[in-house]
C-alpha cells in the first residue's frame, strides 16, 4: 500500500528524512519511535503530500507521489481523502467557527453533497462520543476536547490510512485513554494505521511493527512484536527515544 524507496527530503539548511526504505501493507498498524526531530513529522508531510520527496520513490497503492503528480490539484485532492494526519498541535488543525463546521469542512471540500456531509458529521460526533461539542468554539476547548475534534475532523474525510503525530502529548490519562480505545477501533475497522509517539506502552499491543529512527535522520531497524518481546534490549531501545 505504501512503499518509500531510497526517500530523502531536504529542507534548505537541515536534513528532514535520509535514506529512508519503508513498506507498509493494507490493515497494518505501526509505530515511528526516535528522538525528537529524526524525521518522523517529516516523514508525515510526505506521506500525506505536504512535501515532495526531494530524492527517492515514494508509491501509495497505484500512484507514485512526487512533485509532478502533486502539482496536479486533483492528484493532490485524491491523496489528502485517502491519507489523514492528526497533527501532533491541535491548534493548528482547527480553524472553523464550530465544531460541526470543522468535522464538515473537509468532505465539503470534496463537493460532497450536503446531507451526505451532515450524516457524516453525526456519524463521527456519535463515534467519539463528542455531540455534546459541536456547536462549541474549537479555540475555547480543553487539549483532550481538541484533539477528538481534530480527529474526528480527519475521520468525517474516510481515509483507509490515518497519521498520527504524537497523539498523547499534554493530555490528561483519561484523553490518552481515549484515544487508546479509538486507536484500536479503527484498527478493527481494518484502517491502516502510522502512529509517532514517546509513549510506547500504550501503544504497543496495537502495533505489529516498529520503525526505529535515529538522530541521522533514517531508519535503523525494523522490529515485529515478536522481536521486540523476545529481545529486552530493543524494548529498551525504544522507552528511551
Known sequence: MITIHDGNYHYSEDIGIHDINLHIDKGETVALMGPNGA????????????????SGQYQFNDWTVDADFLKESSNAGHLYQQVG???????????????????????????????????????????????????????HLSGGEKKLVAIASVLTMNPSVLLFDEPFNGLSPK???????????????????????????????????????????????????????????????????
Do not use: M
Open 85 to 139: 494526519l492528526i497533527f501532533q498541535n491541535s491548534d493548528i488543525q482547527l480553524f472553523n467557527t464550530t465544531v460541526a463546521e470543522e468535522l464538515a469542512f473537509g468532505p465539503r471540500q470534496l463537493g460532497l453533497p450536503e446531507e451526505e456531509i451532515e450524516q457524516r458529521v453525526k456519524d463521527t460526533l456519535s463515534l467519539l462520543e463528542i455531540e455534546h461539542l459541536k456547536d462549541r468554539i474549537p479555540y
Open 39 to 54: 524525521g518522523k513529522s517529516t516523514l508525515f508531510k510526505i506521506l500525506v503530500g505536504l512535501l515532495p520527496l526531494s
Open 175 to 241: 484523553y490518552q485513554r481515549l484515544i487508546v480505545e479509538l486507536l484500536q477501533e479503527l484498527k478493527t475497522a481494518g484502517k491502516t494505521i502510522i502512529i509517532s509517539s514517546h509513549h510506547f506502552d500504550q501503544i504497543a499491543p496495537l502495533v505489529e511493527r516498529v520503525f526505529l529512527f535515529s538522530e541521522e535522520h533514517t531508519i535503523t531497524g525494523c522490529y515485529t512484536k515478536t522481536e521486540w518481546e523476545a529481545h529486552p534490549e530493543i524494548k529498551q531501545s525504544f522507552s528511551t527515544c
